[in-house]
């Protein structure tokens, strides 16, 4: 028996995909791994801190484009021996992506990225004209 997960709409046909059945037939391109993150925000800026464990350093890209931090990346799968015999394989693997919508307070010059111990830290600073300034009161 069909479980239908998920229909849409292409090239005009309702299309379904469905577990332990038969799919659609249309090749989709394999969605992309969402790390989990934490986003923190200070007096002094943003920082992001995402879990992107088994990442090599040539496949971590950082950016930020038309107001967005985008993270990408590729964690790829292991090469197992031919005899190999595999009992459990839970990990993830293929492209890594994660976007975020940066606040009008925020400067593209100050950005830094780190990462370390498979965790990617990126801080971004507010422009100076968004930080809180605390006013001085004079009494006469």
């Known amino acids: 028996m069909d479980f239908v997960i998920e229909s849409h709409v292409a090239n005009g046909q309702l299309l379904f995909d469905r577990v332990h059945g038969v799919s659609s037939g249309v090749p989709r391109e394999p969605e992309a791994i969402s790390p989990l993150v934490d986003v923190v925000e200070n007096r002094e800026g943003y920082r992001f801190s995402i879990e992107l464990p088994g990442l ?3 496949s971590l890209e950082v950016k930020v484009e038309d107001g967005m931090l985008v993270i990408n990346g590729a964690r790829t799968e292991p090469v197992w021996a031919k005899d190999a015999r595999v009992h459990r394989a839970e990990r993830q693997y293929g492209r890594v992506h994660r976007a975020f919508r940066l606040h009008g307070d925020v400067g593209n010059e100050a950005i830094k990225a780190v990462y370390k111990d498979g965790v990617l830290d990126v801080t971004i ?16």
């Open 125 to 140: 600073a507010k422009r100076p004209e968004a930080k809180a300034v605390k006013v001085e009161v004079a009494y006469n």
């Open 56 to 58: 090599k350093s040539d």
